[in-house]
């Protein structure tokens, strides 16, 4: 197994950690800035495991003279004990959140009905004049935090296109929702990331593209983060001892799915892959990587 401190630019790491921002992201974020200004208001999309990495500062540049609602989505995976911190922190904070199962066609209505009282004041002031144009509103956010599902269940039909790996956006595109056109964007990393437990938690969620990554290594980082803060997870799920060491915790979880090959060799990869499936799907249980800003 790799380090994940090594440099491998090619790859998408810089010397120190993790980072991800290809050319499209780049193209991505310009093309936000020239469409801001037509929007009234920015639906700011999180994944409720990792909330607090998932806030890109570039983003917050770009949405910075708008409204902002932020939508704390994939709730369905963490414990409502978790989710109840994190809202303390944003409510604290003077941010307009309000949480959602993406898939929820409910939630989708209870978004569409809080960005319209958001604006409330707007839309009355463009009736008043006469106006009948609908207010723009710009979703954007972190790869796989899934905007493009949300905008599917605001709408109640299939609009945009969705995936469970990161990138599948990769272009602007406007849906009309009776009263209210959002403009669907890419999601987009920030130009880098200073916060490695952050970029790391990016990672687990799917946030980064696996092909950049050593996947090995980073599920030993994440082996470790669960044994720690999580414990007994891994043990229901694997029957593994997690009062080994976590590399012993990670070969235990090869030899519980014959992830071995010949020879007996342990196949960290396959493994890898597996249990950040798992994780990503909800199979390891509600997993929280952040009750608060780190």
Known sequence: MRNNDMQINEKGFTTGGINWFPGHMAKAIKMMEENIKLCDACIYVLDARAPFACINKKLNEVCKNKPILYVINKID???QSDLQQILNHFRTNNCK????????????????????DLLSE??????????????RVMVCGIPNTGKSTIINSLSGRKQAQTGDKAGVTRSKQWIKLFDI???????TMPPAIE????????????SINDNILDVESLCLDFITELSKYHSGMLNKKYGVDESLPPLEIYEGICKARGFLMRGGDYDYDRCAKAVFDDF??????KICLEKSSI
């Open 77 to 79: 995976l963490i414990e």
């Open 181 to 187: 056109e959002l403009l669907d964007t890419p999601g």
């Open 97 to 116: 959140v309000i949480t959602t199962v993406g898939t929820s066609l409910k939630d989708g209505k209870s978004v569409y009905s809080t960005v319209i």
């Open 122 to 135: 707007k839309i009355a002031s463009k009736k008043a004049k006469g106006i009948t144009k609908a207010v």
């Open 195 to 206: 916060n490695q437990v952050y970029a790391r938690h990016l990672a687990y969620i799917g």
């Open 280 to 285: 990503r799907k909800g199979r390891l249980g």
